[in-house]
């Protein structure tokens, strides 16, 4: 894809953000996962994507302290040492853009995982926290919150779950790797320059 010099995905070894993954690197033509480098000037343009995740659900907040900290240090954390990586060098060419993938209960908030939307709604504050401060030189940081997603972390779930699951979402179905890496895709391109600090939620409509 023209304009991006540069593509770099974090993420955890989970099945399911290893699918999104492999769409997101489809979608930009590369094999496996790898950067990309076009002619662009001396400096080019750097998009940055940051996933990392791990996800346990309790009741009445059972969980250990060190269960929580377990939580932030996947959710969080790993976002936090990727952007303190890319930021300096963001800040020297004067230009990139950041996307960070947070989760809809970061938004709304899920019972039974409480340490879990508490860490997806700290990537949703640091994302737009980071997107002021970076704005002035010319660097956009966005986050991508999605819905019920179709991967191995649902796996889990019971054909019966399944389709309480998918009655709740207005669409009726569960969204796809290849769509999320849709939307981090459209934030990585130049159709989203005007873009800084927001959340795009690819969730079927189970929020708006």
Not at 55 to 76: C, D, G, L, S
Not at 144 to 157: F, K, Q, R, S, Y
Not at 179 to 187: G, S
Request: proline share 4%; hydrophobic share 45%.
């Amino acid at each position: 894809m023209e304009g991006i010099t540069l593509l770099i995905v974090v993420s955890a070894a989970i099945g399911g953000i290893f699918i999104l993954i492999t769409a997101l690197s489809y979608l930009y033509g590369l094999k496996g996962i790898k950067a990309k480098t076009a002619g662009n000037g001396q400096h080019g343009t750097a998009r940055w994507a940051t996933n990392r995740e791990i996800k346990k659900t309790y009741r009445h907040i059972p969980f250990t302290p060190e269960e929580w900290r377990q939580m932030f240090a996947a959710n969080v954390d790993g976002i936090y040492h990727c952007c303190r990586a890319a930021v300096p060098y963001l800040v020297q060419q004067h230009s990139g853009t950041i996307i960070n993938v947070s989760s809809i209960w970061g938004l709304c908030g899920a019972s039974c995982e409480v340490h879990y939307s508490a860490s997806k709604a700290a990537v949703i504050g640091f994302t737009q926290a980071l997107a002021k401060e970076l704005a002035p030189s010319g660097i956009t940081v966005n986050c991508v919150a999605p819905g019920a997603i179709d991967t191995e972390m649902n796996a889990h779930l019971t054909a019966e779950e399944r389709r309480m699951l998918e009655e709740e979402i207005p669409l009726g179905r569960m969204g796809s790797p290849e769509e999320v890496a849709a939307a981090i895709a459209f934030l990585a391109g130049e159709d989203a320059r005007y873009f800084t600090g927001q959340v795009l939620s690819p969730n079927g409509g189970i929020v708006i």
